[in-house]
């Protein structure tokens, strides 16, 4: 595997996970932030109280969604007779799906600080993403494990 298309291809889906997580968090954030506003009147007697309805309604989006990217994902598969190329192709969607339901993990926390408006959950929300980010970080060796099983 020393080949320069290989370890280009490898460098493209590393910089790829490593902006998809800040990306996504922003994305994230900026509906959330939009979601908060439209929740909780200012004129509500509990502001928590009022945002439950969207809040169980979040919930269950982020399961279905979570589900279907999961299947999706699932279905992505590797073929050693397949040309190098598309298998890398495959694996780069295989790592944008992953990332993408992993990076669904960090809604919780965010929804939290939008109703506490604690900076631990902020601080929380930051840590679960770096960390997500870190362990699931893309290399040669998590490459050729996928293309063999």
Known sequence: MADPTYDEAMRRIRRMHWLHYPTQAAVMAALVLAASRRTASSGAVNPQIA?????????????????????????????????????????????????????????????????????LDLVFFGCLLLALCVVMAPSAKTYQRWLIR
Request: avoid cysteine.
């Open 51 to 119: 945002t439950w309805p969207a809040l169980l309604l979040l919930g269950g989006l982020l399961v279905v969604v979570g589900v279907l990217v999961y299947l999706v994902s699932a279905q992505i598969k590797p073929n050693l007779r397949r040309p190098a190329a598309e298998n890398i192709r495959l694996y780069k969607s295989r790592v944008f799906l992953r990332n993408s339901l992993l990076g669904l993990t960090g809604l919780p926390p965010l929804v939290t600080f939008t109703i506490t408006r604690s900076p």
